[in-house]
């Protein structure tokens, strides 16, 4: 049988590449804006591309947030992509001060000259810009570093190229949520995990071999509840 994903749509642009890739890997996936099956799902997969706040606020509107922290409570395993996994966190600088999910400890912040001293200060210029001649945003082939213990990277190796492209990237409050991380000038989280929770920052249906292994594994892995 089949395994079933509920995959929350809340209008961002990139659900059916996220939905196809899926599938491609022999899942069964149900988009919804209900927040009743949301609360009911086996497993859920938020995906999101564009801005933090204005993603926050479609979900609130939708009373999308509140399911979400509840089917989590539930031990229901959920997946964040890119921007979905950004909204796991506390909060985030983005355009203004945001508030999250709250799922993980933590914020997101924008690449920029202080953060490549490990300072958490953000730029109010959301313009293009350069790093140490590293281009924000932050877009194409990167590494993933990680221990190859944790299931969701079961069978990728580490250094295997993942594709990228945000601005901002999440800084959890604690070491043990992180899974995976990446050089970009500095070494930020690629892949996070906390109970039942994980985030992607990169796009795994853009990662090909990559990508679709991390989103079987998810579709594989075992509830704990």
């Known amino acids: ?17 996220a939905q196809k890739a899926f599938e491609y890997v022999g899942a069964k996936v149900t988009l919804t804006t ?18 933090f706040g204005a993603g926050m ?3 609130r509107e939708r009373g999308l947030d509140t399911a ?24 985030s600088d983005e355009m203004g001060a945001h508030e999250g999910l ?12 202080q953060s490549t001293a490990n300072s958490q200060q953000s730029t109010k ?7 140490h001649n590293l ?25 295997s190229y993942a594709y990228f492209v945000h601005s901002y990237y999440c800084l959890p ?17 690629a892949v996070v995990g906390r109970d039942n929770i994980f985030g992607i920052q990169f796009h795994p249906e853009k990662s090909q071999q990559v990508g679709l292994r991390i989103l079987k594994n998810f579709v594989e892995m075992k509830r704990t509840d």
Request: aromatic share 6%; hydrophobic share 40%; glycine share 8%.
């Open 135 to 159: 281009k924000v945003p932050h877009m194409g082939w990167n590494q993933i570093e990680h221990d190859e213990t944790h299931p969701l990277l079961a069978g990728v190796p580490s250094d």
């Open 1 to 17: 049988m089949k395994q079933t994903i509920t995959m929350i749509d809340y209008g961002t642009s990139n659900i059916r590449s």
């Open 57 to 59: 606020a479609a979900l």
């Open 173 to 189: 409050a604690n070491e043990t949520d992180i899974i995976a991380k990446t050089d970009y000038g500095i070494r930020f989280t």
């Open 125 to 131: 210029n959301e313009e293009p810009f350069t790093i």
């Open 68 to 91: 979400v922290i509840q089917a989590v409570q539930q031990g229901i395993p959920l997946l964040g992509i890119c921007l979905g996994m950004q909204f796991l966190f506390d909060d």
């Open 102 to 113: 709250g799922l993980i400890p933590g914020h997101a912040t924008r690449f920029n000259e």
């Open 34 to 51: 209900d927040p009743e099956v949301v609360r009911r799902a086996d497993k859920l997969v938020l995906p999101g591309v564009g801005a």
